[in-house]
């Protein structure tokens, strides 16, 4: 009715004298469900043909596709303007359509209603995910839509993502069942390029199927804060990990070190290739550095650093130190991640095999020192076990004679080193050459046990 009533109003006033121009926002209907849009003609009646309406005062709470312009002459004399234009609401609610102004003709405000796009029931109305409102330059964070499909066999449509001084990185959509198609998530990783103060909106998304919706929603404000100025520019901006391995690369022993950063990493980080260079006592073009790899699921970035080992290294206590520095987007100043490299035994081959050739020399010198020295232990543990087996005197005097090749017990007795074996080989003869019973044999080896022959 008040479409209708503006349009009469407008054709009214096109009869007025030609010096009166007149201005018509002519509007079908004053309320629409979210993912509609409205029709609007804007309608000029002057003495000249004008261009183009200034819509900038609507496009905060609709997003403005201007579709066509048309001019016309009427009986008056005058030159109808006529300019279509669709809006399509970017939030559910009462909005307003400000006055605008062309060739010195006024026309609005107009009230507009903005309902939820709901079916059977199920709310389709697009929301934003929680996203930060102020991050860092250089920081990674993620900003995503969630939608409710309004029926299973619904499909979502989405244009290309444009976001103006950030890095864009388009995630995996994620589908959760729920009520009616269940819920379609999408998101977008962005880094932050350019600081001061933004307006971020998703892309233009379409629900199709059971119906046709087209969503576009009302842009988030984020505020990019400057990096200190202190810091250059290839220090990694996140939360930086650093990890530390022994690899072999064409059958040669690397050291690895793998940079992974929550977001993105600069082409070279600042340091790493100097101090793997000094850790391993070689040039800085011995370092190899491969390049920034993207995880878009696990939303990482990840760099490799590789360096030979030295030729001397010993296997023993820690490793080289790495200390890296970056610029914690959380807490908001530098931090430092560490870790330690892996030991191994190095040796060049040459000294190896000196070392090896000094080490059969020295087993052979001492194989060559011992060998008497065991001979004789391991004789006297035979002696000993066999006094311990011997069944009588006899027995006893026969092995301590054959231990040493002794021609008699009083020879035997002036080679041990202990002076009471001459008691004991004449009390050992006497228990031989004397009547028997005199000595028994466990009395003789008791003896023996103090004396120790050898």
């Known amino acids: 009715m008040v479409s209708r009533v503006l349009v009469l109003t407008g054709l ?60 016309e002459s009427l009986v008056s004399g005058e030159i109808r303007t006529t300019e279509r234009v669709r809006l399509y ?28 796009t709901v ?31 309004l029926h299973p066999s619904n499909q979502i449509a989405v244009e290309e993502p444009e976001f103006a001084g950030f890095d864009v ?6 589908q959760v069942a729920g009520p009616g198609g269940g819920q379609v998530r999408l998101r977008w990783r962005l880094t932050a390029r350019e600081k001061g103060d933004h307006q971020i909106a998703p892309p233009a998304m379409e629900q199709r199927g059971r119906g046709r919706w087209r969503f576009h929603l009302r842009p988030r404000a984020v505020q990019v804060l400057p990096l200190p100025s202190y810091l250059p520019p290839s220090v990694p901006v996140g939360k930086v990990t650093l990890h530390a391995e022994m690899t072999e690369v064409e059958g040669e022993p690397h050291w690895q070190v793998s940079v992974l950063n929550r977001g993105q990493l600069p082409e070279s980080v600042y340091g790493m290739r100097s101090m793997l260079a000094a850790a391993a006592g070689s040039s800085v073009d011995a370092v190899s550095v491969s390049s920034v790899e993207l995880d878009v699921a696990a939303g990482t970035s990840v760099q490799r650093y590789r360096v030979p ?14 200390e890296l520095r970056y610029f914690d987007a959380d807490q908001g100043r530098l931090a430092t991640s560490q870790a330690r490299l892996p030991l191994m035994w190095r040796v060049p081959p040459p000294f190896v095999y000196v070392l090896l050739a000094i080490a059969v020399v020295m087993l052979a010198t001492v194989v060559k020192v011992l060998h008497r020295p065991a001979r004789r232990w391991l004789s006297i543990w035979h002696l000993r076990r066999s006094l311990r087996g011997a069944a ?38 006497a228990a031989c050459f004397s009547p028997p019973g005199s000595q028994d044999a466990a009395t003789l080896r008791e003896a023996l046990r103090v004396v120790r022959p050898v």
């Open 12 to 71: 009214l006033l096109a009869s007025l004298p030609a010096a009166a121009a007149v201005l018509a926002i002519v509007v079908d209907e004053l309320q629409v469900e979210m993912g509609k849009y409205l029709d609007v003609r804007i309608v000029y009646d002057g003495e000249v043909s004008v261009g183009r309406a200034d819509l900038r005062q609507w496009a905060d709470d609709f997003f403005v596709d201007r579709r066509d312009t048309a001019s």
């Open 89 to 116: 609401p970017r939030d559910v609610g009462d909005w307003v359509l400000e006055r605008i102004a062309v060739g010195g003709a006024v026309a609005g405000p107009l009230r507009v209603e903005v309902t939820p």
């Open 119 to 149: 079916r059977d029931g199920i709310d389709g109305t697009p929301r934003w995910l929680p996203a930060p409102q102020q991050v860092w330059q250089g920081q990674s964070f993620e900003v995503g839509v969630e939608l409710v499909l």
């Open 169 to 174: 990185q388009t995630l995996p959509r994620e």
């Open 309 to 322: 080992v030295p030729a001397w290294l010993a296997g023993w206590g820690t490793g080289p130190q790495l």
């Open 392 to 429: 009588d005197v006899h027995a006893i005097r026969r092995l301590l004679l054959d231990s040493g090749g002794h021609v008699s017990l009083s020879a035997w007795a002036a080679a041990q080193p202990d002076g009471a074996a001459v008691d004991l080989a004449e009390r050992i003869n």
